[in-house]
Structure formats: C-alpha cells, structure tokens
C-alpha cells in the first residue's frame, strides 16, 4: 500500500506484506526508477501484468526493475480520495503467472479500500494522540509554573465558570480548586460590596472583559472569602483567546492589606 507524496514524485509505502521467503517491497518508488508506472498511477490508470513480457516497450526500467526482484506476474491499482490520487495498491506474485481478470481487480480494489481507510483511521489516531500529549504536557507546565507565583491566578469560561486556580489564590480565598470548579467565580468571591449591597456580575468590570476584549490593569477592589470576611485586593484580568476569539479570562490578583495597612500608618504619624 503506497502512499503519493504532497509533491507527487514519490509512492513511499505505508504498509507491506510478504509471504515467507519473498522480500519485502522497497521503501519507496520515484519517476526517476519506475517512471512509466508512477505516470500509470498518476493518470489513474490500472497496471495488470500477467507477465513480464507484456509490458510496453516505454516500461523497459519497470521490466529490469521487476525481473531483478523475481517478479512473475503485478497488478497496481491506484487509490483515490476524495477525487485526487491518493497512492496506489500493488499485488505481485513471485512462484506463478496470474490473469487479472475484472471480477479479481475489483476484490482486489476492495482491499485497497479497506486497507487505506484502516490505515488513515490509525494515522488520525496516532496525530490525535499527540496532540493530546502536547496538550497534556503544556497544561502541566502551566500548572508547576502557577502552583510557585506568590500572587493569586484563576481562570474563568466564557460563562464565567471557574476552570483553574492555584494554591495562592486557594489560601487567600479559603476555598480549594475543588471547591469552586465549575462554578460561578462572582456568586463565591465577588458578589457584595463592602456596604452590604449586592455586586450583580453584569456590573462586574472583571467578566466584562468577556465581552469587550479589553484588558485590566492595576485595578482596586475587594474580594470575599470562604468565611465572608472581605480583603482589599489589586487585580489584572486579561481575555483567554483561542484562533482569535475569546474563550475566557485569567485574573491575577495580589492581597492588598499590608499596603493599605501601611499607608494609614504613615497617615496617623503624620
């Protein structure tokens, strides 16, 4: 089963087969080798030699090619997807001579088919896999690099849904990741000013950058912990992006007590 290169100049073989005592196929086949055959496959066109002998003269570096390996009788068959040769399939005999008659071909284009969708579905699989081992490897990088950042870091969905936090955030709210995993940031850590009045998120400039695009910077605020005790916090939120679009938010945020704290000091010496 061979496969057609993007630049189509070569046939590289994606799947082999030999009966015991018959060598495998070659790697690869280029136009400089077989040029005749790979202008047959190119052109979409059958090969069915019953023997040697009944190539045409034009095939003479396919004849030399064939009788080298001690071929008797092959059949190629070219493959197609979605309209665009694809590659081909090629079936050789070594120990007798065969007549491809038209109900063999057709079989025989039938294992083509099912061989070359096999191995496209375990390609697919295989770059799945990968992808998800990159992906894998990347999340746990940010993970080993959020879990050691002194300030606090969680992200939100489009829904405003909690999908990461790290363990700075964690001791200055009270709540684990666990706790707030899936659920709505604002309604746990943001939903009340300091007065007692309620805080609705449409009104939350933090979730507004959802919609707007815009990021943050150095904004003062409070947040809420587990027990209900407010903290004066600086924060920076900037849009999650993916192809372009936003698909949620990061906010960075740091404890702001000492410094206020510091800051009515020097006023009451003064």
Not at 90 to 98: A, L, P
Not at 134 to 152: C, D, Q, T, W, Y
């Amino acid at each position: 089963l061979l496969e057609l290169t993007a630049t189509a100049s070569e046939l590289v073989v994606a799947y082999s087969w030999s009966s015991a005592g018959v060598a495998n196929a070659a790697a690869k086949n280029t136009k400089e080798t077989v040029p005749w055959w790979m202008g047959q496959v190119l052109s979409g066109d059958v090969s069915l030699i019953a023997r040697l002998d009944d190539l045409p003269s034009e095939a003479a570096a396919e004849k030399e090619y064939l009788r080298e390996r001690g071929v008797a009788s092959a059949a190629s068959i070219p493959l197609r997807v979605a309209g665009e040769i694809a590659g081909a399939i090629t079936f050789i005999t070594v120990r007798r001579h065969v007549s491809w008659d038209a109900e063999l071909v057709g079989q025989l284009r039938a294992i083509g088919d099912i061989l070359w969708n096999a191995l496209k579905r375990h390609q697919a699989m295989q770059a799945l896999l990968a992808t998800q081992r990159i992906v894998a490897e990347r999340e746990e990088r940010f993970r080993l690099a959020m879990n050691n950042v002194a300030s606090g870091l969680y992200t939100l969905d489009l829904q405003g849904l909690v999908t990461y936090m790290n363990p700075a955030a964690e001791a200055m709210f009270g709540w684990t990741m666990g706790d707030l995993l899936g659920k709505r940031m604002h309604e746990m850590t943001h939903y009340m000013h300091p007065d007692g009045t309620p805080f609705p998120a449409e009104d939350c400039p933090g979730l507004q950058v959802l919609q707007e695009g815009i990021e943050l910077r150095e904004r003062s605020d409070v947040f809420i912990r587990k027990d209900g005790a407010f903290f004066p916090v600086v924060y920076n939120v900037s849009p999650l992006r993916r192809d372009g679009a936003i698909v949620g938010i990061v906010v960075g945020f740091r404890d702001d007590t000492q410094r206020q704290e510091a800051e009515r000091a020097i006023r009451n010496s003064e």
